[in-house]
């Protein structure tokens, strides 16, 4: 099993719709998370850091459900330039030492 | 530009050749990592240091890749004897110490093995 999974879809969305990306992760142990995006043949950057109560940021909610250790990302009257790979990370903190899991990616695809 | 800097930003190298590519992180992080990243995949843990100490080591980082981070500030990743599968995008990030570890990425290094 992948320490980290993700549907990769894509996600064909028209603009203005509302769309949700699911995450599972396989330590429980893990301490953080984290949403980032990237765009085609760029770096990933950081989306938004995922917390325990969850949060909001404008069209963006991150949550966290630890006992069923997945992360969710919900985007809010999509637009045409949300099209990106969002990526799904987690700190599982093994060994003690920090590192950064990534997910495959989920892509997504905003049409007009 | 105070984000992370890498260097050079594209490399093709005919197989057998070695190639090193340079990171600089964000000047006050001192945690440091590196991951590669190929077609539809995400990025892959190769390395991470914390100042100039190695700390953790993917299994899947084969003897012929070695990185050095030697006074704790920019960081080089060596491949000896490159292989055709070994041509993917090289990513450097860099976070503060602490529990939050968001992390910033460079621009990443596309090496190309002919």
């Known amino acids: 099993r992948k320490e980290v999974e993700q549907d990769p879809g894509p996600f064909n969305v028209p603009e203005g719709a509302t769309v949700a990306f699911n995450c599972t992760y396989s330590?429980?142990?893990?301490?953080?998370f984290f949403w980032y995006r990237q765009d085609c043949r760029k770096e990933p950057k950081l989306l938004m850091s995922v917390y325990s109560s969850g949060n909001e940021d404008g069209r963006f909610t991150a949550q966290l459900n630890r006992a069923s250790q997945y992360i969710s990302l919900l985007i809010r009257d999509s637009k045409l330039s949300d099209s990106a790979t969002y990526l799904c990370?987690?700190?599982?903190?093994?060994?003690?030492?920090?590192?950064?899991?990534f997910g495959a990616g989920t892509r997504l695809a905003v049409h007009p | 530009d105070t984000g992370v800097s890498q260097d050079p930003r594209h490399k093709i190298t005919k197989r057998g050749q070695n190639v090193t590519f340079r990171c600089d992180p964000i000047s006050e992080h001192n945690r440091l990592y590196w991951y590669r990243q190929t077609l539809g995949q995400g990025p892959e843990f190769l390395t991470y240091?914390?100042?100039?100490?190695?700390?953790?080591k993917s299994r899947l980082l084969s003897d012929r890749f070695s990185a050095e981070r030697p006074k704790g500030s920019f960081s080089t990743l060596e491949i000896q004897r490159t292989e055709q599968g070994d041509s993917a995008m090289y990513l450097c990030?860099?976070?503060?110490?602490?529990?939050?570890?968001?992390?910033?990425f460079g621009q990443g290094t596309r090496l190309t093995v002919v």
């Open positions: 240091f914390q100042n100039e100490a190695q700390l953790e």
């Open positions: 990370v987690v700190n599982p903190l093994s060994g003690g030492y920090n590192k950064l899991i």
């Open positions: 330590n429980s142990a893990s301490q953080s």
């Open positions: 990030a860099s976070s503060v110490s602490g529990d939050r570890l968001e992390a910033f």
